[in-house]
Nanobody, 118 residues
Framework: QVQLVESGGGLVQPGGSLRLSCAASGFTFSSYAMSWYRQVPGKQRELVATISSSSSTNYADSVKGRFTISRENVKKTVYLQMISLEPEDTAVYYC????????????WGQGTQVTVSS
């Protein structure tokens, strides 16, 4: 069964840290670029970070220096380490797997809630 399952969300105080995980199954994980997105109610889903199949990374300006994306192909898992969290980071965080060849494919997880509040 093809699926992505996120975990690790929760409630954290401003300045705190969380690590999100996304476990993949049912497809060749190592061939896919993996991304984390986030969405706040009433707003568009925004790209937070991406790691390619060759492990090059890109980040949204709003999280540079605070978030780190990584992957473990053996475990078929991608991570998002988040430090110095701010209330503005509160959102549902989604994991996405994408590949452009030979056929474009995108897969999404169900999301995990991150709430940054005192």
């Amino acid at each position: 069964q093809v699926q992505l399952v996120e975990s690790g969300g929760g409630l954290v105080q401003p300045g705190g840290s969380l690590r999100l995980s996304c476990a993949a199954s049912g497809f060749t994980f190592s061939s896919y670029a993996m991304s984390w997105y986030r969405q706040v109610p009433g707003k568009q889903r925004e790209l937070v970070a991406t790691i390619s199949s060759s492990s090059s990374t890109n980040y949204a300006d709003s999280v540079k220096g605070r978030f780190t994306i990584s992957r473990e192909n053996v475990k078929k898992t991608v991570y998002l380490q988040m430090i110095s969290l701010e209330p503005e980071d509160t959102a549902v965080y989604y994991c996405k797997a994408a590949k452009s060849t030979p056929t474009p494919i995108s897969l999404w997880g169900q999301g995990t809630q991150v709430t940054v509040s005192s």
